[in-house]
């Protein structure tokens, strides 16, 4: 077996006798490359020669980090390599074949793969070595050619099975006699000869059931026999397999059997070589691998089909990889964001060009437009699509979405695992910026794009076993994977905050106010309108403590990160502040309410509920503090079981009449004229700890259940 690696530039002398099929060119150093990868036959040399893939080189062009490519040429020979670094190889190298072998398949019309038909197993010269690839394929081969021979060995397995011996049944069983003919009840069936190419066969059916598990080529196994699997295989494979097909090697016989028996003990060990009549050329080749790779990817990855003008952009680019998920900011399914990806086939250790890193940034610029187009144009064919995809700038804060963009490249797992690992680049430039303002996050000419490795081995290996299912699962899990690394990237370099207006502050007429401070700075990617993101880069502290300092006198400010609840965030922050200073709005509408657990899911979802008020002195205070009204809270005149809200709008006072235009709105009771309309939002409980409802006296025993008014500060 002989080893090429893709792209490397070889001594011409050391890779002519080996090459001379491909017809390389030779530079004027004296060297020859590659640029394809792949599998062919050498009928010249008798051998099979591997083109594998650049990626198996590192930067300094070592081949596991410490050969030369030299030196594995001819693999059989070098004795360099240790055992799990051979065997690696070998197995590698199927990967690749099958690989190619799925592109192939797949996209019919590439101009990329050359193939010609492999080698056939029979009786011609032997190859100065068979690869595992080879002896794979072959076995395969056999399953499709001697359909015939296998359903012979069927047919002799169950001759004669369950007929009936009569000369034992008559000489072990006793007759009942009945009408003058003998009945007998214990029959006694033929005994079927055991058939010596059955345990063959098992054999032979369960590698391919291995085969098809573990490399995902596509295996008929049509005969009811019970496969050897688990735990059992993996003893053959350890060497009970060999031992075991020389213990039966004896029944066989026939050319056929013969034939079956040396593919499964080639199988058990790969430097036993089998007969292949390879006279002619025989090759599975494809140019401009990183076609391939790219393909892979976007499998694995992207949308199969995105709207019309975002993977083909306007201006002629062609992105490599586009798919709808999570947007960074919260975690709303139904506000999904595109996500840019561009795959990057180079030898480990190769930098990102400034070109590829421009021409992201423009993929991007591209999709935010994409997506305003939709809107300004206002077309109804768009419909679907603009209530799929929420708006990327948000009108208040004139602030734009952050848009996920990363590249993604290959790299060999150290340990030479095909385990699932995607990381972030080791490579020291590995997040890429682009903007024309300092510290605006959200602003729409602040771009960012990251940098990530997979593992070369496991997606080679998920694409070629073509198990769909596993091909699903691994799309959501690095979908989910990369909007993590991503947020987290972005919290290494912003600090985030959760903004929320205070009682009394118009949040509309504030960032008109304030727009130029806080352009690029704020975003609103929230379903409550109230709730802002504020980002500022954490390496302009001066100016950071300026703009907070500010902003906390007129709005509540805790950090959040990126896809954090922040009404969760918030909540304490709103009682704190409350109960620190008594401000605008900071009134709380106290309401009696036992059974509020059964009573609350009648009127939290909508955050709406009408409060009776009545013609008493409680009542009238209510009335004339309702603009003072800035919260709501529940209690049953104890400090365990309260429940506190902020209110979203000003309190309305509506007639009974007009109430029963609106049936939906819950009621505390139905036998007032007049009602306080309210409005909260029912997700954001309010921390009640400092609260204390049982410190305020009832002021007349006959109304202890009817609502009243207090200052916040009264509770605390």
């Not at 400010?557 to 918030?570: D, S």
């Not at 955050?607 to 009542?619: E, N, R």
């Not at 209510?622 to 104890?638: A, E, K, W």
């Not at 204390?692 to 609502?707: C, F, G, K, L, V």
């Given at each position: 077996?002989?080893?090429?690696?893709?792209?490397?530039?070889?001594?011409?002398?050391?890779?002519?006798?080996?090459?001379?099929?491909?017809?390389?060119?030779?530079?004027?150093?004296?060297?020859?490359?590659?640029?394809?990868?792949?599998?062919?036959?050498?009928?010249?040399?008798?051998?099979?020669?591997?083109?594998?893939?650049?990626?198996?080189?590192?930067?300094?062009?070592?081949?596991?980090?410490?050969?030369?490519?030299?030196?594995?040429?001819?693999?059989?020979?070098?004795?360099?390599?240790?055992?799990?670094?051979?065997?690696?190889?070998?197995?590698?190298?199927?990967?690749?074949?099958?690989?190619?072998?799925?592109?192939?398949?797949?996209?019919?019309?590439?101009?990329?793969?050359?193939?010609?038909?492999?080698?056939?197993?029979?009786?011609?010269?032997?190859?100065?070595?068979?690869?595992?690839?080879?002896?794979?394929?072959?076995?395969?081969?056999?399953?499709?050619?001697?359909?015939?021979?296998?359903?012979?060995?069927?047919?002799?397995?169950?001759?004669?099975?369950?007929?009936?011996?009569?000369?034992?049944?008559?000489?072990?069983?006793?007759?009942?006699?009945?009408?003058?003919?003998?009945?007998?009840?214990?029959?006694?069936?033929?005994?079927?000869?055991?058939?010596?190419?059955?345990?063959?066969?098992?054999?032979?059916?369960?590698?391919?059931?291995?085969?098809?598990?573990?490399?995902?080529?596509?295996?008929?196994?049509?005969?009811?026999?019970?496969?050897?699997?688990?735990?059992?295989?993996?003893?053959?494979?350890?060497?009970?397999?060999?031992?075991?097909?020389?213990?039966?090697?004896?029944?066989?016989?026939?050319?056929?059997?013969?034939?079956?028996?040396?593919?499964?003990?080639?199988?058990?060990?790969?430097?036993?070589?089998?007969?292949?009549?390879?006279?002619?050329?025989?090759?599975?080749?494809?140019?401009?691998?990183?076609?391939?790779?790219?393909?892979?990817?976007?499998?694995?990855?992207?949308?199969?089909?995105?709207?019309?003008?975002?993977?083909?952009?306007?201006?002629?680019?062609?992105?490599?990889?586009?798919?709808?998920?999570?947007?960074?900011?919260?975690?709303?399914?139904?506000?999904?964001?595109?996500?840019?990806?561009?795959?990057?086939?180079?030898?480990?250790?190769?930098?990102?060009?400034?070109?590829?890193?421009?021409?992201?940034?423009?993929?991007?610029?591209?999709?935010?437009?994409?997506?305003?187009?939709?809107?300004?144009?206002?077309?109804?064919?768009?419909?679907?699509?603009?209530?799929?995809?929420?708006?990327?700038?948000?009108?208040?804060?004139?602030?734009?979405?952050?848009?996920?963009?990363?590249?993604?490249?290959?790299?060999?797992?150290?340990?030479?695992?095909?385990?699932?690992?995607?990381?972030?680049?080791?490579?020291?430039?590995?997040?890429?910026?682009?903007?024309?303002?300092?510290?605006?996050?959200?602003?729409?000419?602040?771009?960012?794009?990251?940098?990530?490795?997979?593992?070369?081995?496991?997606?080679?290996?998920?694409?070629?076993?073509?198990?769909?299912?596993?091909?699903?699962?691994?799309?959501?899990?690095?979908?989910?994977?990369?909007?993590?690394?991503?947020?987290?990237?972005?919290?290494?370099?912003?600090?985030?905050?959760?903004?929320?207006?205070?009682?009394?502050?118009?949040?509309?007429?504030?960032?008109?106010?304030?727009?130029?401070?806080?352009?690029?700075?704020?975003?609103?990617?929230?379903?409550?309108?109230?709730?802002?993101?504020?980002?500022?880069?954490?390496?302009?502290?001066?100016?950071?403590?300026?703009?907070?300092?500010?902003l906390r006198q007129d709005y509540y400010i805790e950090p959040c990160a990126l896809g954090e609840n922040p009404k969760q965030v918030l909540s304490g922050a709103?009682?704190?502040?409350?109960?620190?200073?008594?401000?605008?709005?900071?009134?709380?509408?106290?309401?009696?309410?036992?059974?509020?657990?059964?009573?609350?899911?009648?009127?939290?979802?909508?955050?709406?509920?009408?409060?009776?008020?009545?013609?008493?002195?409680?009542?009238?205070?209510?009335?004339?503090?309702?603009?003072?009204?800035?919260?709501?809270?529940?209690?049953?005149?104890?400090?365990?079981?309260?429940?506190?809200?902020?209110?979203?709008?000003?309190?309305?006072?509506?007639?009974?009449?007009?109430?029963?235009?609106?049936?939906?709105?819950?009621?505390?009771?139905?036998?007032?004229?007049?009602?306080?309309?309210?409005?909260?939002?029912?997700?954001?409980?309010?921390?009640?700890?400092?609260?204390?409802?049982?410190?305020?006296?009832?002021?007349?025993?006959?109304?202890?259940?009817?609502?009243?008014?207090?200052?916040?500060?009264?509770?605390?």
């Amino acid at each position: 077996m002989r080893i090429i690696i893709e792209g490397y530039n070889y001594r011409a002398d050391a890779v002519r006798e080996v090459l001379h099929e491909l017809s390389p060119l030779e530079n004027i150093d004296g060297e020859v490359s590659v640029g394809y990868v792949g599998y062919y036959y050498h009928p010249h040399i008798r051998d099979c020669v591997f083109i594998l893939p650049k990626v198996l080189v590192n930067e300094e062009n070592k081949v596991f980090s410490r050969l030369d490519p030299h030196d594995i040429i001819d693999l059989d020979h070098c004795y360099l390599l240790t055992a799990e670094e051979r065997s690696f190889i070998y197995e590698f190298a199927v990967w690749i074949y099958r690989c190619i072998d799925v592109y192939n398949k797949n996209n019919p019309k590439n101009d990329i793969v050359y193939r010609r038909q492999i080698a056939e197993m029979g009786k011609g010269k032997r190859m100065i070595s068979n690869t595992f690839l080879d002896i794979l394929l072959t076995l395969l081969r056999f399953n499709k050619e001697q359909q015939h021979f296998f359903t012979t060995i069927l047919r002799n397995i169950h001759s004669g099975h369950n007929k009936i011996n009569w000369t034992r049944t008559i000489r072990h069983s006793t007759a009942w006699i009945q009408q003058d003919a003998p009945l007998y009840l214990d029959l006694v069936n033929k005994k079927r000869q055991i058939n010596t190419d059955e345990e063959l066969i098992v054999i032979y059916f369960s590698i391919l059931q291995y085969i098809s598990k573990k490399y995902g080529f596509p295996v008929q196994i049509s005969l009811g026999f019970d496969l050897i699997s688990g735990r059992k295989f993996e003893h053959y494979l350890a060497g009970y397999g060999k031992r075991r097909l020389k213990q039966i090697k004896y029944r066989y016989f026939s050319d056929v059997q013969l034939r079956l028996w040396e593919m499964c003990y080639a199988f058990f060990d790969r430097a036993h070589r089998i007969h292949i009549v390879a006279e002619q050329r025989e090759y599975l080749l494809v140019k401009n691998f990183n076609i391939v790779f790219e393909t892979i990817i976007d499998e694995l990855i992207g949308d199969k089909e995105p709207p019309k003008g975002l993977k083909d952009q306007e201006d002629g680019k062609r992105v490599d990889h586009i798919y709808s998920y999570r947007n960074l900011t919260n975690n709303n399914e139904d506000k999904p964001i595109y996500y840019i990806g561009d795959s990057k086939y180079y030898k480990i250790g190769n930098r990102i060009s400034e070109e590829s890193v421009y021409k992201q940034f423009t993929y991007a610029r591209n999709v935010i437009q994409w997506n305003l187009n939709l809107f300004l144009d206002d077309r109804t064919e768009d419909e679907t699509l603009r209530r799929q995809n929420p708006k990327y700038r948000d009108e208040q804060t004139e602030g734009y979405n952050i848009v996920p963009n990363f590249f993604i490249s290959a790299k060999m797992d150290e340990q030479l695992s095909y385990a699932d690992n995607v990381s972030t680049s080791n490579l020291k430039k590995n997040t890429f910026i682009s903007r024309h303002f300092e510290n605006r996050l959200f602003d729409r000419d602040t771009l960012l794009v990251y940098h990530y490795d997979v593992n070369f081995l496991y997606i080679v290996s998920l694409y070629a076993r073509e198990n769909a299912h596993q091909k699903s699962q691994w799309k959501q899990k690095v979908r989910q994977l990369f909007r993590e690394k991503i947020q987290t990237a972005l919290q290494e370099k912003y600090d985030f905050y959760a903004v929320a207006p205070k009682p009394g502050v118009n949040n509309e007429e504030y960032l008109r106010t304030h727009f130029q401070e806080l352009l690029g700075k704020v975003y609103r990617p929230f379903d409550d309108p109230r709730f802002l993101s504020l980002a500022l880069d954490n390496q302009d502290a001066e100016n950071n403590k300026k703009v907070l300092s500010k902003l906390r006198q007129d709005y509540y400010i805790e950090p959040c990160a990126l896809g954090e609840n922040p009404k969760q965030v918030l909540s304490g922050a709103f009682t704190s502040e409350a109960l620190a200073t008594t401000h605008a709005r900071s009134g709380v509408l106290m309401v009696m309410m036992m059974n509020y657990l059964d009573r609350a899911s009648r009127f939290l979802p909508s955050g709406q509920i009408a409060i009776g008020l009545k013609m008493t002195k409680s009542g009238m205070e209510i009335v004339r503090h309702i603009d003072d009204i800035g919260y709501i809270l529940f209690h049953t005149r104890n400090d365990e079981k309260q429940h506190l809200f902020v209110l979203q709008e000003m309190p309305q006072l509506v007639s009974k009449d007009e109430l029963d235009l609106q049936a939906d709105i819950y009621r505390n009771t139905s036998t007032c004229e007049m009602y306080l309309l309210i409005q909260f939002d029912g997700e954001l409980q309010l921390d009640t700890t400092n609260i204390h409802s049982s410190q305020i006296p009832i002021q007349d025993n006959s109304e202890r259940y009817d609502p009243e008014f207090v200052w916040l500060e009264m509770l605390g």
